[in-house]
């Protein structure tokens, strides 16, 4: 981890931190999601790097270090895809491989949907690519589903406002750890479903987050709240739906987002293959939301093994 280096870049008059560890000529650019930093990726980066790629793991605007937008409601995933772009710009990097979690897969398919020149693979954990149009999640699950909860202008933010933010933190990765999806009962908040006496995943240490709480301490979570979750409905509203490129999507069987309604089923019957045809599937049977860090060393082997395949 002391390796890594942390740099700034200036894009649309904000500055986005930037993790780097690694010099080799074909680069991995790490994508975060929910409640997360570049930190997630910390012992894939390592990983890659150490096998002669170069890793690069920004944090979203409004997140960790990167600079919040002047109107932190105004965000959405074309953004986030805008600074994918001039952050590969920056740094005179003409074809990358990109490898996303959470909504960082999202940003990752919508990426290499719209600039295929530029991915030699794509890489993503939980989230499969989904087909054109709005994303419905709610659809099917009750108004105590999180997502709704958290789409809800102000809802979140007395929720959260609570607590301190590595608690936030703390407890969101808890309730997305488990297998079953976060909903809270009509007179509940989402935060409520975590008793404090609840320990953190085993693989998921204090120091850990500390780190995280840290950093969100930083930036609050106002910009979290519209990217995902209050863009997520037009993220894929664009006429080209297909990656071209070859992907590797690695499910965590124990994934509280295969309870979505037609998730896992659009996951298993391979209908993910109209949208990625070059997609191959793996499936961890103890896996969880965040299997790279939960399994690290897994998808480690499974990431390097695409990257030695396809560089």
């Known amino acids: ?23 080799g000529p074909n680069v991995v650019v790490f994508l975060h999601g929910f409640p ?9 980066m390592v990983a890659v790097a150490n096998a002669g790629f170069r890793a690069i793991a920004p944090d979203c605007r409004g997140y960790g270090l990167s600079d919040p937008p002047a109107e932190p409601e105004k ?47 794509v890489i993503t954990t939980g989230v499969p690519c989904f087909p054109p149009g709005p994303l419905d999640f709610n659809i099917g699950l009750p108004e105590g589903f999180y997502v709704s909860r958290f789409q809800q202008p102000g809802r979140a933010e007395a929720d959260f406002g609570r607590l301190e933010a590595k608690t936030v933190v703390r407890n969101i990765y808890i309730l997305f750890s488990r297998s079953e999806v976060p909903i809270a009962s009509e007179n509940q908040e989402v935060m409520d479903l975590v008793d404090a006496s609840t320990p953190l995943p085993p693989w998921f240490t204090e120091e850990d987050l500390a780190a995280y709480g840290a950093l969100y301490e930083k930036s609050g979570f106002q910009t979290a709240l519209q990217i995902p979750y209050r ?12 990656v071209k490129a070859p992907a590797l999507l690695i499910v965590g069987d124990k994934d509280y987002i295969l309870k979505f309604p037609g998730m896992d ?10 949208y990625v045809p070059k997609l191959e599937t793996v499936h961890l049977p103890e896996g969880t939301h965040f299997v790279q860090e939960q399994l690290s060393e897994e998808v480690n082997q499974l990431i390097l093994n695409f990257l030695n395949k396809h560089e």
């Not at 997360?36 to 894939?44: D, F, L």
């Not at 089923?265 to 109209?274: A, L, P």
């Open 265 to 274: 089923d659009y996951i298993r019957s391979g209908k993910t293959k109209e």
């Open 1 to 23: 981890m002391d390796q890594i280096q942390h740099k700034f870049i200036k894009v649309e008059g904000l500055n986005l931190h930037i993790a780097e560890i690694g010099t």
């Open 231 to 242: 863009s997520l409905r037009d993220a894929f509203n664009i006429p080209e739906s297909k």
């Open 36 to 44: 997360e930093i570049w930190y997630s990726w910390r012992h894939q």
């Open 75 to 121: 965000p959405s995933f074309k953004d986030t895809v805008n600074d994918i772009l001039a952050i590969l710009d920056h740094l005179g990097l003409t074809k990358v491989f990109l490898a996303g979690t959470d909504f960082g897969a999202l940003s990752a398919y919508l990426f290499a949907i719209q600039y295929p020149e530029r991915v030699s693979g």
